[in-house]
């Protein structure tokens, strides 16, 4: 019996991971769950699941969550940080599940690594604000991190059982979003509810607007280079509209390896959860490439999305980058859906920002953290005017 503490259980990935949790009642336990503000929903995974501790956002929301508990309920409500910081920590717990959306995620992530969990990492942010900290202690306390996003999954799936010297290029795959083949004017008048609707793949609000964008693209390059010890150089992109191989390695002897399957986020859930074991999973229908039908694969137009070499730039740039980056999009995300700012103004803020800022080089977790709060005050003046 594995006891899972699930960090952001009310979100998309969060729901994913208790129906695989759910499924297989003699294989998992819960022992926390952290959320923000959906406590109507948290409560009924609290009644079902019934972990010992449970995080909200705040104490109003942490109130309100204890009303509409059973009296009789074991589960303790913590909030804030702190709470957070408890469930990523939960003694007994043996694996985190890291699916909190942002920056947020960062410090229980790091939380978890120091009180020696395996991480079933979600949270790209964790790696692309701090990659080589998250990863220098996760060694120190010999911790796993075993990936959650599908990209992320099947690169970690296509180097079982091969040597990483071996390696000569990654390529991620992306489905495009919905806008694959609007024109530079025509992406200027998309809405917020456009964006929203991922042709593949149910996702929550910030990752398909990324998706859309193709900075969720740019976050996961970063994310596999520190997670696979990769030169962003040799981590290429294409689009794949249909969304059936998830991702590729390629060899220096010219084989190429790819991981294929239904856009269904349960399966690298599953992956990580039951990790180095695979489980049966009964109920769902298998890939029928019959049905697929013809797979493309487009060299994605860096002009009309320029987010991913946004993101590429302040990889390589490095340092506090990639976190003030990552704060603006968060940013700037919010005010599009919002409706406060248009499509195109996503990149176009995110890169006046990154502009503005002056690189601190080897920075600590406080600089990075420090850096991702100016980048989101930078952008918030910026929609001020």
């Known amino acids: 019996m594995k006891r899972i503490s699930l960090l952001g259980s009310t979100g998309s990935i969060g729901c994913s991971t208790l129906d695989v949790i759910g499924s297989y009642p003699d294989e998992f336990t819960v022992a926390a769950l952290a959320a923000g503000r959906n406590i109507a929903l948290l409560k009924n995974q609290i009644e079902r699941f019934r972990p010992r501790l449970a995080a909200v956002i705040d104490e109003e929301h942490a109130c309100a969550l204890r009303r509409m508990l059973h009296a009789d309920s074991a589960t303790s409500v913590r909030f804030g940080p702190e709470g957070y910081r408890e469930a990523a920590a939960i003694s007994g717990a043996d694996l985190v599940v890291s699916a909190m959306v942002g ?107 990324d998706s859309a964008t193709m900075m969720n693209k740019g976050l996961e390059a970063i994310e596999a280079g520190w997670l696979f010890g990769i030169p962003l150089s040799a981590i290429d992109v294409l689009v794949h509209p249909q969304s059936i191989v998830h991702s590729l390695v390629e060899y220096r002897d010219g084989s190429v390896i790819a991981q294929l399957g239904v856009p269904d986020m349960r399966i690298p859930i599953a992956y990580a959860l039951a990790f180095p074991r695979r489980l049966h999973r009964r109920s769902d229908p298998p890939l029928d490439l019959v049905k697929a039908g013809v797979l493309e694969f487009i060299k994605p137009d860096r002009e009309r999305f320029p987010c991913l070499q946004l993101a590429y730039t302040a990889a390589e740039i490095g340092g506090t980058m990639p976190a003030v980056m990552n704060g603006a999009n968060e940013c700037a995300v919010e005010a599009f859906i919002d409706a406060k700012i248009g499509f195109n103004d996503i990149c176009r803020l995110i890169q006046e920002v990154l502009d503005r800022h002056s690189v601190q080089k080897e920075p600590t977790i406080d600089a990075i953290l420090a850096a991702d709060r100016w980048a989101r005050e930078e952008l918030e003046k910026l929609l001020r005017k």
């Open 103 to 209: 920056a947020v995620g960062l410090i229980p992530t790091l939380d978890a690594i120091a009180a020696g969990k395996t991480i079933a990492l979600a949270n790209k942010e964790t790696l692309v604000m701090a990659g080589g900290i998250v990863l220098r202690r996760a060694a120190e306390r010999g911790v796993p991190i075993i990936p959650i996003d599908s990209e992320h999954s099947a690169i970690f799936q296509c180097l079982q059982g091969h040597r990483r010297e071996d390696v000569r290029r990654i390529i991620l795959t992306a489905s495009g979003g919905p806008f694959l083949h609007l024109s530079q004017k025509e992406l200027t008048a998309v809405t917020p509810e456009q964006a929203l609707k991922h042709p593949n793949w149910e996702m929550g609000k910030k990752i398909t607007i």
